[in-house]
């Protein structure tokens, strides 16, 4: 995304998990008492008990549940605490119902999470980062919506066709200024029609990711959740490839204030 924020994968959690089996202080410090035992009455037959006893560990920790939790709070980062959301009284109306229902969805699917008897933790981690992106997305949106309120494309096109068909080299210069002005704001108004539709998309999906969260707690079947939070992280790319076309847009747009990236 604009903001440069760097997606967590699944390559990453696995990774964490695997780091997180491999050092964690229990697991190291009885292998590494036995193998002090081994040498100190001289029995090395239990350095390779320590070393069995060190991956049977390692292994018990990476498929636990409430470790699998835990590193994926980490990794994705329990963000609720350090950032400040965005206020959605700041924006307009239309655009604030869209960052609502996003939130809104979060909220069912954080509720169904916590009261199911599996670890969704790689699910929770992608739909945070998801409506956080809107939120991000919303800001850009709500620019080029106070943008577009102070133009008037009515008035351009009076003028236009006003100038239309003058043969004065002046005319044309103003007609070719104001066609590309035009230009820029039907295409602005094009990317804030997008963002409502693709939003309200995006809530009816993640609509569909809660109802497949209540299918896998009531069926135990935790297994499908790396493919659950695949396809949330398909609608955050979707997410992010609309952010970008946005800013393009308003960089496009005349006498429009640089539109930053949000800060990461």
């Known amino acids: 995304m604009a903001d440069?924020?760097?997606?967590?994968?699944?390559?990453?959690?696995?990774?964490?998990?695997?780091?997180?089996?491999?050092?964690?202080?229990?697991?190291?410090?009885?292998?590494?008492?036995?193998?002090?035992?081994?040498?100190?009455?001289?029995?090395?037959?239990?350095?390779?008990?320590?070393?069995?006893?060190?991956?049977?560990?390692?292994?018990?920790?990476?498929?636990?549940?409430?470790?699998?939790?835990?590193v994926g709070k980490r990794v994705y980062g329990d963000r609720g605490g350090r950032e400040k959301r965005l206020d959605v009284r700041t924006l307009a109306p239309p655009i604030a119902q869209q960052v609502q229902a996003a939130r809104d969805c979060e909220v069912r699917i954080k509720d169904t999470i916590q009261h199911s008897n599996l670890s969704f933790a790689e699910v929770d981690g992608e739909v945070d980062s998801l409506v956080r992106a809107v939120e991000l997305i919303a800001q850009r949106a709500e620019?080029?919506?106070?943008?577009?309120?102070?133009?008037?494309?009515?008035?351009?096109?009076?003028?236009?066709?006003?100038?239309?068909?003058?043969?004065?080299?002046?005319?044309q210069a103003i007609v070719k200024a104001l066609g590309e002005q035009r230009a820029a704001l039907t295409d602005l108004q094009g990317q804030l029609t997008r963002f409502y539709s693709q939003i309200e998309q995006l809530v009816a999906s993640l609509g569909t990711v809660n109802s497949q969260l209540v299918r896998m707690s009531v069926a135990s079947e935790e297994e499908d959740q790396a493919e659950l939070a695949e396809q949330v992280?398909?609608?955050?790319?979707?997410?992010?490839?609309l952010s970008a076309g946005m800013k393009e847009a308003y960089g496009r747009a005349p006498d429009t204030p640089e539109v930053a990236a949000p800060p990461s």
């Open 233 to 241: 992280r398909g609608l955050r790319e979707q997410v992010d490839a």
């Open 4 to 70: 440069d924020r760097r997606l967590v994968t699944r390559t990453d959690l696995r990774r964490g998990l695997v780091v997180n089996a491999l050092t964690k202080p229990i697991n190291v410090v009885v292998p590494a008492a036995v193998a002090v035992a081994a040498l100190l009455i001289g029995a090395s037959w239990l350095i390779v008990v320590a070393v069995a006893v060190y991956a049977v560990l390692a292994v018990l920790t990476f498929f636990d549940e409430g470790e699998a939790e835990k």
């Open 143 to 171: 620019r080029i919506y106070d943008y577009l309120a102070t133009q008037d494309l009515a008035a351009i096109d009076g003028r236009l066709a006003q100038l239309q068909g003058s043969a004065d080299p002046s005319a």
